[in-house]
């Protein structure tokens, strides 16, 4: 089978893609070895918050930004073409520091102040609210001292965003190809590598141009000159819990007894609580202190969630790099491109991903969207270290 584009790996980060070249013309092959978006993609919480996940300006920063704000197009387009309602939500995201019975709110609440002076500099949208305050917004809340609201913050539900894509990709034309990669066929040697094509089990599909979009697996794909762990896997535990009515209207992140981590509620009462972060390999397992950690951090910041119905729980690896930055991009191989590593923010950073990845490969931006330096997100910037020595 031959086709324009071969992309490895149907998460929302390669069928994202693969609908944005189809548009253009483009014939693209999307193999799955799995169910598209079953993984990483499925299992996220949805949450669109560039402002509380920078640590600081920088390219990631930047990259947040751009993507939040091609959102409010993309979940339109997304509605028009499958009639799918991705659960965009435009409360915004309330971050609160020393709730009642911290370890060290006076820490916590200097922490918050440190966030709000540097994103003050940078001009970006953020109100800072008193405890009181924050009681007025969510009255369920336990109290705290303090907090940061970021109006344009989102939040979205990662397996309609995921099915949306797929879905999207396949009406437009997008062959859909159900099979293991194991290698990125390469001719040459040195400077003169080319990416030809891919081995998927018994099949051979050749290309002009390959994209590894394989999520937590990439660096499992033989040929792709990624060193061994440059993108690992991050276990996250998520829990679901059913409220009715609705116990909050704002996602919001906090801290109980030292752990951080977060509240998604969604518009029907569900409210997903999130998440522990664990370099285990592949274990896909809920475990008893994982589930405990959110037992207590859901507690901890809503009382009432004492008395919620356990819906669901499972677990999820994000494609982890040492530097927490993607690796977007050409190679050093011809015809190899990556568009992977997203760790904890890839379904905020799907769309800015996959319209930089088409322009890589067509030339063209699209209408209203900027071009991206993707230097940062080069295999030298981001991968060079096995993500197991990074932060
Ligand atoms: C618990 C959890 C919570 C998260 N919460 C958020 C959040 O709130 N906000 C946010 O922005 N991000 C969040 N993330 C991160 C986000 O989910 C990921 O960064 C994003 O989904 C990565 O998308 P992807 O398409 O690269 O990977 P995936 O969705 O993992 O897709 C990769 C696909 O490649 C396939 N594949 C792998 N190897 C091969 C192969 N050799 N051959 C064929 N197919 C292959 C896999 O089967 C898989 O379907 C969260 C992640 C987790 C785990």
Redesign the pocket.
């Known amino acids: 089978m031959h086709a324009d584009v071969v992309i ?7 069928c994202a893609l693969a609908w944005r070249l189809r548009q253009r013309g483009v014939e693209v092959i999307l ?4 169910r ?6 499925s ?6 918050a560039p402002q509380v996940e920078a640590d600081g300006p920088g390219p990631f920063l930047e990259l947040g930004l751009r993507s939040r704000a091609l959102y409010p197009a993309w979940v339109e387009e997304l509605r028009e073409a499958t009639g799918i309602d991705v659960g965009y939500r435009r409360e915004g995201t309330l971050v609160v520091a020393g709730v009642d019975g911290a370890r060290d709110p006076d820490a916590e609440v200097a922490a918050l102040w440190a966030r709000a002076a540097w994103q003050h500099r940078l001009g970006l949208p953020l109100v800072r609210l008193e405890g009181a305050e924050v009681r007025g917004l969510e009255p369920q809340l336990r109290p705290c001292a303090a907090a940061l609201y970021f109006p344009e913050d989102r939040q979205l539900e ?1 397996p309609l965003l995921a099915r949306a894509l797929a879905q999207a990709a396949a009406q437009m034309g997008v062959r859909f190809v159900t ?4 290698q990125v066929i390469v001719e040459g040697t040195g400077e003169r590598r080319r990416a030809v094509g891919v081995a ?1 089990q018994e099949q051979r599909l050749s290309a002009g141009h390959i994209v590894i ?5 990439s660096s ?2 033989e040929g792709t000159g990624l060193p061994g762990g440059a993108v690992a896997p991050m276990r ?3 829990l679901e819990l059913d409220t009715c009515p609705p116990l909050l209207r704002h996602l919001v992140f906090g801290q109980v007894d030292g752990v951080a981590g977060y509240l998604v509620p969604r518009r029907d009462g569900r409210l997903v609580c ?2 522990t972060m664990e370099r285990v390999g592949f274990r896909k397992e809920v475990t008893v202190a994982g589930l405990r950690r959110l037992l207590e951090l859901a507690e901890g910041l809503v009382p009432a969630l004492a008395q919620a119905e356990v819906r669901r729980i499972w ?5 982890y790099t040492s530097g927490g930055l993607p690796l977007l991009g050409p190679t050093p191989i011809a015809g190899l491109l990556l568009c ?1 590593g ?8 799907c769309p800015i991903s996959a319209e930089a990845l088409c322009a890589c490969i067509t030339g063209q931006w699209a209408a209203g969207v900027a071009p991206v330096d993707l230097a940062p997100f080069s295999l030298a910037a981001v991968g060079a270290n096995p993500a197991g020595h990074g932060t």
Do not use: C, Y
Request: aromatic residues 6%; positive net charge; hydrophobic residues 55%.
């Open positions: 490895v790996g149907a998460g929302v980060m390669g193999v799955e070895r799995g598209p978006g079953a993984e990483a993609s299992a996220a919480a949805g949450i669109l990662a099979a293991h990669v194991h998927a979009a394989a999520g937590a697996w499992l794909v996250g535990q998520m999130g998440s677990a999820g690896f994000r494609p992977t997203h760790f904890r923010n890839g379904i905020l950073l």
